[in-house]
């Protein structure tokens, strides 16, 4: 995979329905491709799961194409009402996470406030025909009809895709899930909410381990929140998660069983010449990922992502500007609630180069290497496969130049808050609104 300074980004495809007809319920809320990048799944406010399958001739044909098809939708969650707080619980997906392949069905986890869910999805391309005990239709015969023993065949049929729940893991979280995590054992699960971290063994739905639990005995000495929470790729016994105060906190479970005492705490002491009011709520950190690699994380705030060396806590190793431009409108994206959004960020395969969202449908691209970095457009009007896409500029004042956008002119209804990069290739995915966008690199 190469550094992507030198990467020219170029448009795939495009799924969902024209901007026109969208319904709060087909809007995309996570993204994410699969341990062999082979299948992409997306969840929505509706509560549905739709998956993609990458399409074998794209994948094959030279150069290759990160085109995808629609492979299985299901109805993950529904609606549900807490009768004891009085509370509607929205059936929106909050995060997918798959589970490493290990025969010829998939597993992924879903969950959405309250309730996460095992799935299987698997593929049926044969019937049984010929019962003893049963009619076709599935009616059971008398047995005292039954005169003769048939032998049943096995008939080929049309492929069928089913996804069907195995294990419903449910009421062990006060307050909203924000993260689950599969750890590297594919034994165990976490799950993150405001402020307790829970343990999952995947077979055992009755009950779960607290691991980190940071209320405080009154709530009215509540300081700060957990806002993500991620098991490290290659150790099963650490973790980190993040804070609304901008700390990441690693925890490594072999040392206690309660791990409210972190092992290390990373921070960046704040800029005095930067304070201001917003300076709480813009140091919040809405997404930490670990790499691939296991050695490095990223934490995305408000205005920036940075680059964390897990052996170097004082300090971020990199950092990138998402939409410093920003800085200046903080007080009406205050007053229109944007300066809350909660945007995600994502390694590359190789973890060269890190990915994250912005307004107006932008999406930025960092590469570590060559130190450059993008500013994309997710539009429909760039909708022909290999139209390479334009570099966008926002400029903050005086002459604009041609290409260049006014901060001022800037969408912020249409906002990138969930991407993800696949494992293997420069092939990237991008939820805008109810759309999903495909993009790959020029081969």
């Known amino acids: 995979m190469a550094g ?203 009950q779960s381990f607290n691991i980190v639990d940071i209320k405080p005995t009154n709530m009215e000495e509540l300081t700060e929140v957990i806002t993500a929470a991620e098991f490290h790729p290659a150790e099963c016994n650490v973790l980190v998660y993040s804070s609304s105060k901008g700390t990441i906190r690693l925890c490594d479970m072999r040392s206690a069983a309660l791990c409210d005492q972190h092992s290390k705490l990373f921070e960046e002491p704040e800029d005095p010449t930067n304070r201001s009011f917003f300076s709480e709520i813009i140091s919040s950190i809405s997404d930490v990922k670990l790499s691939n690699s296991g050695r490095y994380m990223i934490s995305r705030d408000y205005l920036s992502v940075k680059v964390w060396d897990l052996q170097m806590e004082t300090k971020p190793v990199e950092c990138y500007p998402v939409h410093e431009y920003l800085r200046s409108k903080l007080c009406s994206l205050y007053e229109n609630d944007c300066i809350f959004d909660k945007f995600e960020c994502c390694w590359s395969g190789n973890d060269s180069a890190i990915m994250t969202g912005s307004y107006n449908n932008f999406f930025r691209v960092f590469d570590r290497t060559t130190k450059r970095d993008l500013t994309l457009e997710a539009a429909r009007d760039i909708a022909k496969p290999k139209t390479l896409l334009k570099p966008r500029k926002v400029c903050t004042g005086g002459k604009r130049k041609k290409d260049e956008i006014s901060v001022d002119c800037l969408d912020f209804n249409k906002k990138i808050l969930h991407t993800t990069w696949h494992p293997s290739e420069n092939v990237v995915a991008v939820a805008a609104t109810n759309n999903l966008f495909l993009f790959q690199d020029k081969l």
Not at 180 to 185: A, E, G, H
């Open 4 to 206: 992507n300074g030198d990467i020219q980004w170029c448009f795939s495809q495009v799924k969902g329905t024209l901007e026109d007809d969208v319904t709060e319920a087909d809007i995309i809320s996570c993204v994410e491709f699969n341990h062999d990048g082979d299948l992409l799944a997306t969840g929505d406010k509706g509560g549905r799961v739709v998956i993609f399958q990458r399409d074998p001739i794209s994948k094959n044909s030279i150069p290759r194409r990160g085109e995808y098809n629609v492979y299985s939708t299901f109805q993950s969650h529904e609606p549900e009402f807490d009768y004891l707080k009085s509370l509607e619980i929205e059936e929106k997906i909050n995060k997918i996470r798959w589970l490493k392949r290990k025969n010829p069905a998939h597993f992924l986890l879903s969950t959405n406030d309250k309730t996460i869910k095992l799935w299987k999805v698997s593929e049926r391309d044969k019937r049984v025909e010929g019962y003893n005990t049963k009619e076709e239709n599935g009616t059971i015969r008398d047995p005292a009809c039954i005169t003769s023993l048939r032998v049943p065949t096995i008939k080929p049929m049309e492929l069928m895709v089913e996804a069907s729940p195995r294990r419903i893991f449910a009421n062990a979280h006060t307050y909203h899930i924000n993260s689950i995590s599969v750890n590297s054992d594919q034994e165990t699960y976490l799950s993150a909410d405001d402020l307790r971290i829970n343990l999952w063994h995947l077979e055992i739905t009755d």
